[in-house]
């Protein structure tokens, strides 16, 4: 066990009210001794909470939570955007933008993934892109399509399926203003999204260039099918400091 997965478990008790707020932690020994690591893993393993705001440590006075219990504010559904006028992401703050595609794998579905609405041990084609700012990685997406979707391909097209274009492909793009959706016939009813702070994965820290368990932005987008299905998931990665926009229309 590293520090990151004793964060994630000392997180998800306090999410559930287990710890509750101002309440004190085990002190850094105590916490090492019960999960058979060094202090200085126990000590990471605090300090990655103290970054998320989770937990303040002060020498002398110990641990102290200063989250409570979890609380979800739910924004709604949305249709997917309007391709035409929507703009998939752009620099901020000036630069010049680019992305890569780093992977593309056709895999089994782990348990993990039944929360998305995939079943576990199902084949799933995992495709990741990495967007960059003047050559410096700043986002990690990872898209997931069951197989059979991923299979697809639009009227005409000849070579792989866009969604199976290995990693050194050009890029295959829909008409201008016309949504990938539409393009490659998917059943595309809604988009359900998810953001929340949080330790980032190895896979995502090691792409953006930063040390594993640093805090960032996961934003997990799952798209279902007018029958309640998953067409496909989304799930970006990337720092705080960066921002996430949505605009809400009707």
């Keep these: ?62 641990t102290t939570v200063t989250a ?30 680019s992305e890569k595609t780093t992977l593309v794998e056709q895999t089994s579905a782990p348990a993990s993934m039944e929360s998305w609405g995939i079943q576990e041990g199902s084949q799933v084609v995992e495709r990741t892109r990495i967007r960059s700012v ?4 700043c986002q990690h997406k990872l898209t997931v399509l069951p197989y ?13 399926p866009p969604m199976l274009a290995p990693v050194g492909s050009a890029p295959v793009r829909p008409p201008e203003g016309v949504r990938v959706a539409d393009w490659l016939g998917w059943d595309v009813d809604h988009t359900v999204a998810r953001i929340t702070a949080e330790p980032m994965t190895s896979a995502a820290a090691a792409a953006l260039g930063m040390p594993e368990g640093t805090p960032g932005f996961r934003i997990v987008n799952v798209t279902k099918n007018s029958d309640g299905g998953t067409v496909y998931v989304t799930v970006t990665t990337t720092p705080l400091h960066h921002e996430i926009t949505l605009d809400i229309i009707g």
């Design 1 to 62: 066990m590293n520090a990151n997965d004793i964060a994630s478990e000392i997180r998800k008790g306090i999410a559930a009210g287990e710890y509750a707020y101002g309440s004190r932690l085990p002190s850094v020994r105590d916490l090492a001794e019960r999960h058979g690591v060094s202090q200085q893993t126990a000590a990471a393993a605090y300090a990655v909470l103290a970054a998320l705001g989770m937990v303040s440590t002060e020498r002398g006075s110990g």
């Design 134 to 137: 003047d050559g410096t990685p």
């Design 68 to 97: 409570g219990r979890s609380a979800s504010a739910h924004l709604g559904s949305f249709s997917p955007p309007n391709l035409a006028v929507a703009s998939a992401w752009t620099p901020s703050a000036g630069g010049e933008g």
């Design 148 to 160: 059979e979707i991923a299979a697809r391909a639009p009227e005409g097209h000849e070579g792989a």
